[in-house]
């Protein structure tokens, strides 16, 4: 039953990741600070560096304390050209923006309307196929002569509608008044199989310590490696049922600690020198004694303590 506090359906469905525009330092930024909130660390500035990516500064009852932290993402299906996800999410956000506009200058009820698209292949390199402005038009146009309807469109005309026709299986359609403005979203990019993530994580993991060896870390006490699954897709999930073995493939580390954060399952795992859930939503764990001695000083109350969550400084 909807009440005055219900979730806006832009936080539900699938499209929620599509609305943030961040990007480059400043979404690295946030995604540090959602992390220390996670692990209820505060009175700590994030300060901007390079090569590591931040300096934690962590000061209270002149206990200072400095984490240096390098910043990565998870793509199962990364290269040297990068990952063929993570450049369809782009495409795709620029034409569900303009499919949206389109849909609302049309005005009536089609503000209100939100579909999820079902291909017929899983491809990430749709756009080199499919011209994004005639598939906008399809769409549109199949939409008006279904008169109304929120059935599914699963009947594509190939004279009057080819792209459709060719690649697209069935389109899901949802009335979402009143509210509006909600982007639509390819079902397949989180439909399928996720990849033993081991293998990847060693090698994200070797990588970046190679890297490492040349970072400047100042004075830091701590040195670590965040591993960010965003989860947006099937390619930047990353699902820890065992140990990746980071220690016995690779052996000591420059760095102190290797965290992989999984932002669909709410995870955070330690993956070196141990391996050991940090955090967990489902499981209801927050392993503080799992820390690193030298950051536990700093771990704040639940929010009706007052204490002062974390802050970022550029």
């Not at 906008?136 to 459709?164: M, N, Q, V, W, Y």
């Not at 690649?167 to 909600?182: Q, S």
């Amino acid at each position: 039953m909807d009440t005055p506090k219900s979730k806006s359906l832009k936080t539900i469905l699938a499209s929620k990741g599509l609305y943030d525009d961040s990007s480059g330092k400043a979404k690295e930024k946030m995604v540090i600070l959602e992390f220390l909130r996670r692990l209820q660390l505060g009175n700590c500035h994030i300060v901007d560096n390079e090569r590591p990516d931040f300096l934690l500064n962590f000061s209270s009852n002149e206990r200072q304390v400095s984490v240096g932290v390098e910043l990565t993402y998870y793509y199962a299906d990364n290269t040297k050209r990068g990952s063929r996800q993570a450049e369809f999410q782009r495409q795709w956000k620029k034409f569900a923006k303009s499919l949206r506009e389109r849909l609302d200058n049309e005005g009536g009820r089609y503000p209100y309307l939100y579909g999820a698209v079902h291909f017929h292949n899983s491809r990430f390199d749709l756009f080199k196929h499919v011209d994004g402005d005639k598939l906008i038009a399809e769409i549109i146009a199949t939409i008006k002569a279904c008169d109304g309807s929120t059935e599914p469109l699963s009947t594509f005309d190939i004279e009057k509608s080819p792209i459709l026709a060719e690649h697209v299986h069935h389109i899901f359609l949802k009335d979402t008044a009143p509210e509006r403005g909600i982007f639509w979203w390819p079902a397949h990019l989180q439909s399928g199989m996720i990849a033993d993530p081991r293998q990847r994580l060693i090698e994200i993991t070797a990588d970046k310590n190679a890297k490492a060896k040349t970072f400047d870390w100042k004075s830091a006490n701590e040195k670590w490696l965040l591993i960010y699954s965003e989860s947006e897709g099937i390619c930047d999930m990353v699902g820890i049922y065992s140990d990746p073995e980071i220690f016995s493939n690779l052996g000591d580390l420059t760095f102190d600690r290797v965290y992989v954060w999984n932002k669909y399952f709410e995870t955070i795992e330690e993956i070196y020198p141990a391996f050991v859930t940090i955090f967990s939503v489902a499981s209801e764990v927050l392993h503080r004694s799992a820390y690193p001695p030298a950051v536990r000083p700093f771990v704040f109350g639940p929010p009706e303590s007052g204490t002062v969550n974390p802050s970022a400084d550029a």
